[in-house]
């Protein structure tokens, strides 16, 4: 059977002298790994349309088994992600993490859709660690993950003081502060940052900003969730941990998120 499939290219390894395995992300079909035989060749015509982060139409034939690609219509290349080390980074980030959590041949048009509005974001120059960090809370109910954020986990409290806690997975109220002794307390600004990361759209929080401290605390927190309750630590991490710790070799974001904390 051959299908036209509009994708997005988050993952390449090579397969043998001159093929690669390539997986997409599809609008239609979900996640879908397949066989692009010579496009490892720089004169094939598979090499453009095979490189990571790309945006294009692909004709995939798929019987039994691994499907096998055969042309491709490339609608973005994105290639400032790929020019920038710190967008290829972050970006490289995100596709593993879709990578990660979904399964083949399993429809998800709403990740397709992060996934297509996330690298385009990277791609503009928006801070790319704001936008990953989107991503990391979004993703978490797709990893079976779902924590306690409209209220207290404890006793449903909507008002006061709120902290995150890793026992009850979720946040607490300062009158259940008592029960976790390793509480993260948080500001109402970033009790508002997190709910708006884990629920809010992507093409709606235009009017955020993230301050450094901000991030770094939402990062401590999401990455735990994961590492605690998943069991999930990525191998882009280590890179892109190492590329934050020296910030002062590599260039401001283009474009920032507008002040809204």
């Given at each position: 059977?051959?299908?036209?499939?509009e994708a997005i290219v988050i993952r390449t390894r090579p397969y043998g002298e001159?093929?690669?395995?390539?997986?997409?992300?599809?609008?239609?079909?979900?996640?879908?790994?397949?066989?692009?035989?010579?496009?490892?060749?720089?004169?094939?015509?598979?090499?453009?349309?095979?490189?990571?982060?790309?945006?294009?139409?692909?004709?995939?034939?798929?019987?039994?088994?691994?499907?096998?690609?055969?042309?491709?219509?490339?609608?973005?290349?994105?290639?400032?992600?790929?020019?920038?080390?710190?967008?290829?980074?972050?970006?490289?980030?995100?596709?593993?993490?879709?990578?990660?959590?979904?399964?083949?041949?399993?429809?998800?048009?709403?990740?397709?859709?992060?996934?297509?509005?996330?690298?385009?974001?990277?791609?503009?120059?928006?801070?790319?660690?704001?936008?990953?960090?989107?991503?990391?809370?979004?993703?978490?109910?797709?990893?079976?993950?779902?924590?306690?954020?409209?209220?207290?986990?404890?006793?449903?409290?909507?008002?006061?003081?709120?902290?995150?806690?890793?026992?009850?997975?979720?946040?607490?109220?300062?009158?259940?502060?008592?029960?976790?002794?390793?509480?993260?307390?948080?500001?109402?600004?970033?009790?508002?940052?997190?709910?708006?990361f884990y629920f809010v759209p992507i093409e709606r929080v235009g009017g955020l900003?993230?301050?450094?401290?901000?991030?770094?605390?939402?990062?401590?927190?999401?990455?735990?969730?994961?590492?605690?309750?998943?069991?999930?630590?990525?191998?882009?991490?280590?890179?892109?941990?190492?590329?934050?710790?020296?910030?002062?070799?590599?260039?401001?974001?283009?474009?920032?998120?507008?002040?809204?904390?």
């Open positions: 059977m051959q299908n036209q499939l001159n093929n690669k395995i390539v997986t997409l992300f599809t609008k239609e079909a979900g996640k879908i790994t397949c066989m692009a035989r010579g496009a490892k060749k720089p004169a094939s015509r598979l090499a453009a349309i095979t490189q990571p982060f790309t945006h294009g139409v692909f004709s995939i034939y798929k019987g039994r088994g691994m499907g096998t690609l055969q042309a491709g219509d490339q609608l973005e290349s994105l290639r400032y992600i790929r020019e920038d080390i710190m967008a290829t980074a972050y970006a490289s980030y995100v596709t593993e993490l879709v990578d990660r959590l979904t399964e083949q041949d399993e429809p998800q048009p709403a990740i397709y859709d992060m996934l297509y509005q996330a690298l385009h974001a990277i791609a503009d120059g928006y801070d790319p660690e704001a936008i990953t960090l989107f991503v990391e809370w979004k993703m978490l109910r797709i990893a079976g993950l779902t924590p306690t954020l409209h209220e207290c986990a404890n006793c449903g409290a909507t008002e006061g003081e709120f902290a995150f806690s890793f026992q009850e997975l979720g946040f607490l109220c300062h009158r259940c502060f008592h029960l976790d002794r390793y509480i993260i307390r948080l500001s109402p600004a970033l009790v508002k940052l997190i709910r708006t900003t993230l301050k450094k401290e901000s991030k770094t605390l939402l990062k401590q927190i999401v990455r735990t969730i994961y590492e605690e309750q998943a069991g999930i630590r990525l191998k882009s991490r280590s890179f892109l941990e190492q590329l934050e710790r020296t910030p002062e070799f590599f260039p401001e974001p283009k474009k920032d998120i507008p002040e809204g904390e």
